[in-house]
């Protein structure tokens, strides 16, 4: 329990993604089986502890403060679990207030039961002497140990670990593709101990079967000029490229699930979309919100990303729906190494058999030259929720990962605006000295509107020269942000814009990024409001 | 003083005087009626003189070298040696207008008619609470303290008194600060984990700086440690009082390059400053009681939060009001709401000054 402790202080403060990386690997290098595995459950929110709540840990603080002193304690940390580990009356050397202090680090180690140990009470003690268990604990434990137990209770550890991180750490941990770990993941279960036993070449990979699980998904390169001649009808089939999201649909004999490129489960979210399919199939597809023809836009379909448990309201608002662009697995067989073409007639064929509502299929794009196909992606308005345009391999089998050759996407030309510098904020871990995270406005009247934020997009040089910029045109400072003098023009490059009622400037930019630092151009010819108005339609 | 300040009307004996106490049968003159809080800072009307005041004052009783209780410009000013020496340090020679009056820990003067004394406080090298004692009342203004071990300074003494001046940076019962050894702890076990990581550690120049080397030192790390321009002359100064802070040297820029897997002190503001840039792969440390609170820690991009602080924690504060035995305490800087309640729980006379000007941040 101390060692995983210790493990979420140090995730939950390490900002870069190399160095959560490297406290994992130590982690599993370093304890024993089966704390391990139930660490990897805890962090991938893997584990059900139905009856550990945060009602019984507010019963049991309340009846150890004083209520005043509880009150302006919570308001003063903001978060419940950190309140109560810091607040939690102990017994231990952190309350002495002797002059000489010589007990030592190591004279508590040991006192803490492993954290398999804690885990099975959690899970299995009766639920009337969870209380009296959790109480006991916590008075043997110092701060961080009572907010990772607290933590483990009520879900959320917000330390910034994916479950697709912590998959990526493991098949590095034990040298292994990441693809097979994720194909294994959804068949194994806490501490995982067959898993470990393969990545540490102690035993073979474990056997999956008969479970929902997540295939690993083909992903495209994107289509540069020296490509260009590759592109035949012939050769390469042609479809829009979609602005939702990439998900796998999956319905098997013993259930469906929904998950999202990195394997993330979002069944929950989108229990209407696990309804649409009603044959026994994996699909690939696009998750989008579905109006009868009309496809909906990505600010639509954010109206439900994340919500663990959607209202029938929201779900009728929004109704969510795929556009199917492949199929991996039809009635229990596996498809994949079957050419694109023929798995195409395998779905196109399913999808007329079954009728399922709200699941359709992904046009084929006919085009008999380049240049047509130039055309077709040069016609897309920015209204439509079409982002650019895919070129798959008539012939290509489905394989994991993203080869070169088979499958391109080439995205429609971006949108610029020449916008003016209004603030600026610092970025964070490498970037944490220098002001990088750039807000921008256009004018309207002789008033700057916001339209929009950007982090990314320039060089190292160019970061400098703008970090040195900010710092001497600072009008005023609020907190970590920097209002600048309006001198700077900075050309923004953008997918799309959209009407927003929840910006002040009544637009939203889509994937915004600074193209270039126009140095040269004074402030008063960057562009008006209008010019975003253009560009709507 | 004697235990008599407890019993009978409440207040000590002493020789009859143009009493305003309001008490029948009171002979004393109670704080309230010669201490007044005045923008410039605390002010004994009769002594004519300010302890620790903001802004230039004829007379300063001075309780510690930080900047926000030592300021430049008085014009006589009563402190200990140390913190003489530190003014100096940091003011130049002439920091006090007329002249510095030293005083060691225990020795009263009187400063027109009021008997000052100085005592420990255990908050960093010099620190001291001031006692003051005028028609038969003592009030002690306690300055910035802790209880906890620090070899860098004399610990804390309980004075008795009528009246205790506390401060309250960390008076929630949130703040506990774990014992220095264990953050000494995370900080090299971090170093042997990466050790490729120039660790920066963002520490306060005066106090926490030498205390944090001390406690390295004690925990068997005997590398150089070094130091950023800010803390020079203070670590000279520390050891020219006779605290061992093992070998240091400045950063320069022909040696920033080299200081991966070393430890480098610098003060809090430099941690996101263009100074830092020349270190090598550099891992943010801090060392604060604020780092208790992680959205703070976080906040300003910590990536190794170390809970170490010179001040009073909550278990502190309330052990140090039992120590002291005043039946009446005064709340100055910090969280006084809830050490107010906690003391009137306690069932003390307690009430916040709500002193302005003495920083929360500056640990």
């Not at chain 2, 660790?199 to 306060?204: D, E, M, N, T």
Request: proline fraction near 6%.
């Amino acid at each position: 329990m101390r060692a995983f402790s210790r493990l979420l202080e140090r995730l939950y403060f390490e900002p870069a993604t190399s160095g959560k990386e490297r406290l994992l690997l130590d982690y599993f290098a370093t304890t024993p089986d089966p704390d391990r595995g139930f660490a990897v459950a805890i962090i991938a929110d893997s584990l059900s502890l139905p009856n550990f709540k945060r009602g019984m840990v507010l019963e049991l603080i309340r009846a150890r403060t004083d209520p005043h002193l509880l009150a302006m304690s919570q308001d003063y940390v903001g978060e419940l679990s950190e309140t109560v580990a810091h607040l939690w009356p102990s017994a231990l050397k952190e309350r002495s207030v002797s002059a000489n202090e010589d007990s030592t680090a190591e004279a508590s180690e040991g006192r803490l039961p492993p954290l398999s140990d804690v885990v099975h009470n959690l899970r299995h003690k009766p639920k009337a002497d969870l209380p009296a268990y959790v109480a006991d604990l916590l008075d043997c434990m110092t701060s961080p140990e009572r907010w990772a137990l607290l933590k483990i209770g009520t879900g959320s550890l917000r330390i910034g670990v994916s479950a697709r991180l912590l998959k990526q750490v493991l098949a590095k941990y034990g040298n292994q593709p990441v693809e097979q770990v994720e194909t294994l993941w959804h068949g194994v279960d806490p501490p995982y101990e067959d898993l470990f036993a393969w990545l540490e070449g102690r035993a073979d990979a474990p056997v999956v079967h008969e479970k929902l699980t997540y295939t690993p998904v083909m992903l495209a390169h994107p289509l540069e000029e020296k490509d260009h001649r590759l592109i035949l009808p012939e050769t390469y089939a042609a479809e829009w490229k979609y602005d939702g999201i990439r998900v796998q649909v999956v319905h098997s004999a013993i259930g469906r699930a929904l998950f999202t490129r990195t394997a993330d489960d979002i069944s929950h979210t989108f229990p209407d979309v696990l309804e649409h399919l009603n044959f026994h199939a994996v699909l690939d597809g696009e998750l989008l919100v579905l109006r009868g023809d009309d496809l909906g836009t990505f600010n639509d379909l954010q109206q439900r990303l994340g919500r663990k448990s959607p209202s029938s309201k929201l779900i009728k608002e929004y109704p969510a729906g795929i556009i199917a662009y492949d199929l991996l697995m039809l009635e229990g067989e596996d498809v994949r190494s079957q050419p694109y073409a023929a798995r195409r007639a395998l779905l196109q064929a399913a999808l007329e058999h079954h009728q399922p509502a709200g699941i359709r299929m992904s046009p084929d794009l006919r085009y008999k030259d380049f240049a047509e196909l130039e055309s077709f992606r040069g016609s897309v308005d920015n209204a439509s929720v079409i982002e650019g345009v895919m070129l798959k391999r008539r012939d290509s089998a489905y394989v994991a990962g993203r080869p070169t050759g088979p499958w391109y996407k080439w995205k429609i030309n971006p949108k610029l605006v020449d916008a003016v510098l209004m603030y600026a904020q610092r970025g964070s871990g490498k970037r944490s000295s220098f002001y990088s995270d750039f807000t921008f406005g256009l004018w309207k009247g002789n008033e700057l509107l916001p339209i929009g934020k950007a982090y990314f997009g320039f060089t190292d040089a160019e970061l400098k020269e703008l970090d040195k910029w900010v710092r001497h045109n600072t009008l005023q400072s609020f907190g970590p942000v920097r209002e600048v003098r309006k001198d700077l023009v900075l050309e923004v490059a953008f997918d799309a814009v959209h009407r927003s009622t929840r910006h002040k400037s009544g637009y939203a930019l889509r994937f915004p990024r600074i193209s270039r630092i126009r140095w040269d151009k004074p402030a008063q010819d960057a562009d008006r409001m209008d010019a975003l108005e253009g560009l709507l339609t | 003083m004697s235990a008599s300040s407890r019993d009978g009307g409440g207040f000590l004996g002493a020789e009859p005087t143009k009493s305003v106490c309001h008490e029948p049968r009171c002979r004393m003159t109670h704080p309230r009626d010669w201490i007044e809080v005045r923008k410039e800072g605390v002010f004994c009307k009769p002594g004519g003189f300010f302890i620790d005041p903001m802004h230039p004052a004829e007379i300063a009783v001075v309780t510690h070298g930080h900047a926000d209780h030592a300021r430049a410009g008085h014009g006589d000013v009563f402190a200990t040696y140390e913190t003489l020496a530190i003014m100096r340090a940091r003011y130049g020679e002439t920091h006090a207008t007329i002249a510095e009056h030293p005083l060691t820990h225990g020795q009263a003067v009187d400063i027109n008619g009021v008997k000052v004394s100085l005592h420990p406080a255990g908050h960093i090298l010099g620190s001291s609470q001031a006692r003051l004692e005028y028609n038969g009342a003592t009030i002690v203004f306690s300055g910035d303290y802790k209880r906890r071990a620090d070899p860098t300074c004399v610990p804390f003494e309980p004075v008795p008194c009528d009246v205790f001046v506390t401060e309250a940076t960390f008076a929630l019962p949130v703040f506990r600060h774990p014992p220095l050894e264990d953050e000494i702890v995370k900080l090299l076990t971090s170093l042997r984990q990466f050790p490729e990581r120039c660790h920066l550690v963002g520490v306060y120049a005066l106090g926490k700086c030498q205390r944090m080397m001390v406690a390295m030192r004690r925990a068997g790390y005997g590398e150089t440690i070094y130091l950023h321009g800010a803390m020079v002359r203070l670590c000279e100064l520390y050891r020219d009082f006779g605290i061992d802070l093992g070998p240091w040297d400045l950063v320069t820029p022909e040696n920033a390059k080299t200081l991966a897997g070393k430890i480098v002190l610098c003060p809090p503001s430099a941690l996101q400053d263009r100074w830092s840039r020349k270190l090598p792969d550099v891992l943010t440390v801090a060392a604060s009681g604020w780092m208790r609170i992680r959205a703070r820690a976080k906040q300003k991009g910590v990536e190794l939060p170390l809970v170490v602080s010179d001040h009073a924690d909550w278990d502190e504060l309330l052990q140090t009001l039992s120590d002291v035995g005043a039946p009446e305490i005064w709340v100055t800087h910090g969280r006084d709401d809830a050490l107010v309640y906690a003391a009137q729980q306690m069932g003390l006379k307690a009430q916040a000054l709500h002193l302005i000007g003495y920083e929360d941040d500056s640990e």
